[in-house]
Nanobody, 122 residues
Framework: QLQASGGGLVQAGGSLKLSCVASGGTFSRYVMAWFRQAPGKEREFVKAITWSTFSTSTSDSVKGRFTVSRDNAKNTVYLQMNSLKPEDTAVYYC?????????????????WGQGTLVTVSS
């Protein structure tokens, strides 16, 4: 089970840090990812991180602004979002897959959190 939190309302240029806590299983060896979905749009890949090398994959739309990290001891993955823009407004989901590959396709991920809403005002 994945539980995402940390969303909220922020002004453009501001920052937020999302957290996703995994429970009920051993997710420390899973690739963890963040996706987002804006109203009327498809779910979009944001960032992913491997469990061991902490390698990451990033969407071009957030490159240089968002950072993903994880604490395997706490079964937690984070998404630090800086320089937020109104177009970053979406429900953000964390996801996990029992793989070593940094997939960007949502169908590759077996486990999903409930989502947390991020709203960026202009």
């Amino acid at each position: 089970q994945l539980q995402a939190s940390g969303g909220g309302l922020v002004q453009a240029g501001g920052s937020l840090k999302l957290s996703c806590v995994a429970s009920g299983g051993t997710f420390s060896r899973y690739v963890m990812a963040w996706f987002r979905q804006a109203p009327g749009k498809e779910r979009e890949f944001v960032k992913a991180i491997t469990w061991s090398t902490f390698s990451t994959s990033t969407s071009d739309s957030v490159k240089g602004r968002f950072t993903v990290s994880r604490d395997n001891a706490k079964n937690t993955v984070y998404l630090q979002m800086n320089s937020l823009k109104p177009e970053d407004t979406a429900v953000y989901y964390c996801a996990a897959t029992n793989s070593v590959f940094l997939y960007t396709e949502p169908e590759r991920y077996e486990y999903w959190g409930q989502g947390t809403l991020v709203t960026v005002s202009s």
